[in-house]
């Protein structure tokens, strides 16, 4: 039976893996939904840490990092669409207002992404959002895809909490994540179960 679109919009919601995905990037991810609509989802993969550190990267787009509690940061990997471009996500600069940069995507539930460089220039200078998480690369669903993959026991889905994004070490957010739910991952079966 496929899910009602007008009941489930996943927007700041996170998706957890299930057993029996197996797909790379995928396997034991939890992706931040910042957008879901009848069009279709994107998302953040937010416990896929790359080789890459901040401060690699700000040294790649030829800018100083003056944020020391960011540059050991790892850059996620966000998923396997663009793989070359950076998304910021980040806490509202001014909850309630407008976006402060060019490219900015603003997300029900006090949440920002953006994709222009100002953020990160504003990073270099040792302003810009205090929580924020770097990821090159996105995931993405067509029209009815990300539907059809919870129906198939693909997804769990919850209501995001940004402090596992920000708060949490990368090694317990799938964890932290099901737990949410009040699930831990030994309770999960591989297994897809309809009635």
């Not at 995507?105 to 810009?128: C, F, Q, R």
């Not at 895809?145 to 994004?165: C, G, H, K, Y």
Request: with cysteine; proline share 6%.
């Amino acid at each position: 039976m496929a899910l009602d679109f007008a009941s489930t919009n996943f927007t700041h919601h996170f998706l957890i893996a299930m057993p029996g995905l197996d797909d790379e990037p995928f396997v034991r991810s939890v992706v931040y939904m910042c957008e879901h609509s009848e069009r279709g989802a994107l998302g953040l993969v937010i416990n896929k840490p790359s080789e890459i550190s901040l401060k690699s990267l700000f040294d790649k787009v030829e800018l100083p990092l003056r944020r020391d509690d960011l540059s050991l940061a790892p850059v996620y990997q966000g998923g396997p669409v663009q793989t070359e471009r950076g998304f910021v996500l980040h806490e509202s600069m001014m909850p309630g207002s407008e976006a402060v940069y060019a490219s900015t995507m603003v997300i029900p539930g006090g949440l920002e992404m953006t994709t222009s460089k100002d953020v990160l220039e504003a990073l270099s200078t040792g302003a810009g959002p205090r929580k924020v998480f770097v990821s090159l690369g996105y995931s993405a669903w067509g029209e009815g895809q990300l539907e059809a993959e919870i129906s198939d026991n693909s997804w769990l889905t919850v209501a995001a909490d940004p402090t596992v994004i920000f708060d949490t070490p990368v090694e317990q957010r799938y964890e932290r994540a099901l737990l949410l739910l009040g699930l831990q991952s030994w309770m999960l079966s591989s297994e897809a179960g309809h009635a």
